[in-house]
């Protein structure tokens, strides 16, 4: 298994677990409460989105990766999204450890 595979396992395990914020509105608020430590958008996410969320994660110093366009992110998470948070620790030392996609 590649390591993409994984981190789309991964993706799909913290979905399962709870610890996966899913939604523009929602993952900025996550953001803002700082309780996301990792967000993921899709390559193909827009423009104004991307930049607000970018903004965010540099104010508030949270990681940010671009990886998969939406119609795999939605496929690993199992509902149509372009934006996800990850909110457990662990889950995101484990998605960041795989070395995927870009910091945006």
């Known amino acids: 298994m ?3 595979q994984r981190f789309i396992n991964l993706l799909g395990l913290a979905q399962r677990a709870g ?17 996301a ?26 990681s940010l990766l671009t990886f998969m366009d939406r ?3 939605s496929q690993a998470i199992g509902q149509p999204r372009t934006a996800v948070a ?6 995101a030392k484990a ?6 996609g870009e910091g945006a």
């Open 86 to 91: 990850i909110e457990d620790q662990g889950f």
């Open 71 to 73: 119609n795999v992110l």
């Open 2 to 4: 590649n390591n993409e």
């Open 37 to 62: 430590k990792l967000v993921v958008i899709s390559t193909d996410i827009g423009q104004a989105t991307r930049k607000k969320i970018s903004d965010k994660c540099t104010t508030y110093q949270v």
């Open 95 to 100: 998605l960041l450890k795989l070395n995927i």
């Open 19 to 35: 610890k996966l914020i899913t939604g523009e509105a929602q993952v900025l608020q996550s953001i803002r409460g700082q309780k």
